[in-house]
Each structure stands twice: as structure tokens, then as C-alpha cells.
């Protein structure tokens, strides 16, 4: 295993804890208007009031590895995506500013309009989130230059809408598990009777995205297939030498995924509500997980040439200075595990009210 690898999955550990931690807090917002009134929609937003900001730090880290470690990517990936990432900047803010201000006023219009912002930033952060990975898996227009040449509308297709409805369900469905923690007697009860239409959805659109994706790609499924698919361009020979072994950690994945979605129900109709707060935490991190798996060692492909596509090689930073990050982050990863271990476990229990409550 060399550094380029190493730093794809570091990138990958960070993104995943942030679709993790932050899938539920945007979980949390898109649920938010099915509170009945507004002391369960304070309960709500204060459920997440002590950790939201702190799970965005996820966001910003990856983002700050990608900038280090593979700096063409990250070059082509903000050009490409520069509008979509500036709604969904936008989106996390107004989100940001609807929790802090919801709560200023006790006038009912006042805090209905605040009500609304904060669900639809978390929505819209949570779609565009699923349409980016949509459009990584289908590809994107990169030239010869390694620039993006399409447009924005280039990258709402279908594919990447259904993607990006998927990622919206999915952090609902992690929104609620983690709800069903924070909350007690009559509003407990009404989070799990949203628990199961949403489970559904879910398993609905798992399944239907499964299909269209080995429909339209089926390459994504090389690293899973020991050599009997071909790869998505040239095949490397860091694949070559260890094509038994990826293939062995691809289904190992699917079965962690397969598991942990099966463990979902059991831990809330069970009151096991940790336990089913870690099943759909892994199931988020199984099917990240699977994604890179499907496009390793690539990490933007391009839709007019394969031999186009940013990989972990062509699109990286100098030895020297993979060498250099990696000495850094061995240090800080572990600080950011703990840092955030304490918040966790200082906010523990049911939320409750008080002056200091949002």
C-alpha cells in the first residue's frame, strides 16, 4: 500500500464520519416540520443544538485533505461543481441562521418562517449531497485540460436526481433513529410511527438505485467481480496485484451493508435505540464505502474518455508532501476522534428545555 492509497481511504474515513454525524442533524431539519407544535420542534432543534457546528468540522477537514493530497481533483471538482457547492454553502448557512434566530422572538409567524428555512436548507443540503456522488458514479465532462466543460444542467440528470432523492431519505432515515434516542413518552412514539414509511422509502429506493446504477455502469461493480469485469479506462497495476484481495473487501462491505439494514428495525422495535443508531451509522458508512470501491482508484471519471479520469496517481501531490500531511494527520485525526467523542458523551440523555435552550 502506497501514500496515494492511503490518503484516498483517510479522505474517505472523513467523509463518511461526516455523512454519518451530519446525516442526522440534516435528518433532524427535514423531520423537523412534522413536529405537532412548537415545544417538540424545540426539542427538535435542541437535540442537535450542541453538536451540529461541530459535525460540519468533518466537511471542512475532508475538503482540506483533498486540497493537500490531490489537488488537480480538488481543482477540477470546485470548478466543476462550483454552483452546486455554493447552494449547498448557502443552504448550510441559512440552516445555521434559522437555528439561531428561530427562537429570538415568540411571535408564531416569526418562528413559522424560521421553521421553514431550517427544513428546506437541511433538504436541499442533503439532495445536492446525493446528486454530487450521483454525478462522481456517472461521470463527469472532463477534457484533456482536466477541466469540467459542461454546464449545470449537465449535472441534473436523472441519474443524479435519483441519487440525490436517495441521500435525502437516507439522512431522514438517520435523522429519525437518532431522534428516537433524544426523545421520550408522546413525541418517542410519534418519531417511530415516522420511522417505518421512511424505512420503506428507503429499501424502496436502495433497491431501485442498486438496479439503474448495474444498468447503466456496470463497471462499478470490477473491484467486486476478482478480475471478471472490466474496470472503468486502464486498469492499474495496483489493481492487478491485488485483485483477490479488493474483491474479498467489496463483499465483505456488502455484507456489513446487507447486516446493519436488517438491524435497523430490529434495534427500534426492540428499544434497542443505540443499537439501531450504530446499524444505520454503518449502513451509511457501507454504502460510502461501496461507492469508492466502484470508482477506485479513480475519484472523477470523465464521461467523454475513461483515459481522461482523475485517479489517485494523476491527480495527487508530490511523495514529499503526502509523506509530510500523513506525519500531521496521524497526530490530529485521533485529537478530532476525541474532541468529538467528549462532546458526544458531555450531551448524553434525552434533551430537555431550559433558558439556555434554543
Known sequence: MDYNVVWYMLVGCLLIGYAILDGFDL?????????????????????????????????????????????????????????????????????????EFRSKEKSKRWRGNWDRAFFAGSLLASFLFGVTIGNAVMGINIGSD????????????????LCGVFNTVMFALQGAVYLNIKTHGPLQQQVQRLFKP?????????????GVTLWLKPEMVANFSFGKVAPIGATHDLIMENQTLISVLAWFVVLLNVLSIANIPRGIFRNKPYQAFVSSSCTIAALVGLFALGIFPNILVSSQDPAMSLDIYNGASTLTTLKTMFSIA?????????????????????????????
Do not use: C
Not at 34 to 51: C, E, L, Q, T, Y
Not at 147 to 152: A, C, F, I, K, S
Not at 331 to 358: A, C, D, Q
Open 146 to 161: 482536466k477541466e469540467y466543460q459542461g454546464t449545470l444542467l449537465n449535472l441534473l440528470n436523472p441519474y443524479a436526481l
Open 27 to 99: 435528518g433532524v431539519g427535514i423531520l423537523h416540520l412534522f413536529a405537532k407544535n412548537d415545544h417538540d420542534r424545540r426539542i427538535f432543534m435542541n437535540s442537535i443544538g450542541p453538536v451540529w457546528d461541530g459535525n460540519e468540522v468533518w466537511l471542512i477537514t475532508a475538503g482540506g485533505a483533498l486540497f493537500a493530497a490531490f489537488p488537480e481533483i480538488y481543482a477540477t471538482a470546485f470548478s466543476g461543481f462550483y454552483l452546486p457547492f455554493m447552494f449547498l454553502l448557502f443552504a448550510l448557512i441559512f440552516r445555521a441562521v434559522s437555528l
Open 198 to 210: 421512511i424505512y420503506i422509502t428507503f429499501i424502496t429506493l436502495l433497491l431501485l438505485l442498486t
Open 330 to 358: 496521524i497526530w490530529g485525526m485521533p485529537f478530532v476522534i476525541v474532541y468529538t467523542s467528549l462532546i458526544y458523551w458531555t450531551y448524553r440523555g434525552k434533551t430537555v428545555l431550559n433558558e439556555h435552550s434554543y
